[in-house]
């Protein structure tokens, strides 16, 4: 089998640690809180500071990285004479994956016997993480780049991401919702149930009111999208924002009701990157089942 590298970015949101053991390099997105910008490097303690200052009402953004920095990444493997396959965030969220591509381009010049492909995950989050690391291990038991790339592209759409948020400060922040809304849907208790459409773009959906109620409605969600229903037995991540109780009670849920799961259901943290847009209080849910459209 010839060698290639498979890589991501960190708006993956799995810990380095998996990451690492998995051997998969990551290219760290930027963030910027009250002015600060810093690196959406994966490291837990900064995260923890992250959400404290947000609900303390710190300002944030975020900017994609860069062409150059695609390039800089790449080649540093391309000079090793490994190939690269690289997979990125969804295109519906950010130009980065354009970025990704361009680099990919330009590179092929410079490294004609050397190759990089670029896979547009349509996705985010450990959602994004769930099918770099399907990918992970369908490498290490020997699928060459061709064949893994394919297997992506036919896949991808099959990842379904269902998300719901009991803190709706970043959404009135981020414009997404008016403030009157967001003020009148706190007080009411109204938990928006999202989800990630065929293109990798949020959609949003049911306005559940009470977090009891959201929680098990997006339990109810898997139960009617992912493969074989009920008898699903590939995997499922789950990551949240600052709120372990809740993404710990819907991964409860779901392997009480799903009795054939590949293994415990694994809850990571969203990332600076995802958790400047969402804010605390997110809790979001990935499987694989029926084909986004």
């Not at 009670?249 to 799961?261: H, S, T, Y």
Request: net charge negative.
């Amino acid at each position: 089998m010839s060698e290639y590298i498979l890589s991501c970015c960190s708006t993956v949101d799995l810990s380095r640690e998996w990451l690492e053991k998995r051997g998969i390099p990551f290219l760290c997105f930027h963030y910027t809180i009250d002015g600060e910008e810093r690196r959406d490097d994966l490291n837990r303690e900064s995260l923890r500071d992250f959400y404290r200052a947000m609900e303390q009402g710190a300002e944030t953004s975020t900017s994609m990285l860069s062409v150059g920095e695609y390039l800089d990444f790449f080649a540093s493997f391309l000079e090793e004479g490994k190939d690269v396959l690289h997979v990125c965030l969804s295109g519906g969220l950010s130009g980065a994956c354009g970025a990704a591509k361009q680099a990919a381009a330009l590179l092929q010049e410079e490294f004609p016997a050397r190759r990089v492909l670029v896979v547009d995950s349509l996705a985010a989050s450990a959602g994004y993480g769930l099918l770099v690391d399907t990918m992970a291990q369908l490498r290490a038991e020997g699928m060459e780049m061709d064949a893994l790339y394919a297997w992506a592209e036919e896949h991808k759409r099959k990842l379904q991401h269902w998300f719901f948020s009991t803190d709706l400060s970043a959404y009135i922040r981020g414009g997404r919702i008016s403030r009157t809304a967001g003020m009148f849907g706190s007080m009411m208790g109204i938990c928006p149930l999202l989800h990630m459409n065929g293109e990798g773009k949020l959609v949003a959906g049911e306005k559940v009111r009470s977090k009891r109620r959201v929680i098990c409605e997006i339990v109810e969600r898997m139960a009617s999208h992912a493969e074989s229903g009920e008898d699903y037995g590939g995997r499922c991540f789950i990551s949240h924002s600052a709120c372990f109780t809740d993404a710990a009670a819907v991964a409860a849920l779901v392997e009480q009701r799903f009795g054939k799961l590949c293994g415990k259901v694994e809850i990571f943290d969203i990332g600076t990157t995802i958790g400047s847009h969402t804010g605390p209080g997110t809790v979001a849910l990935f499987f694989f089942g029926k084909e986004r459209e």
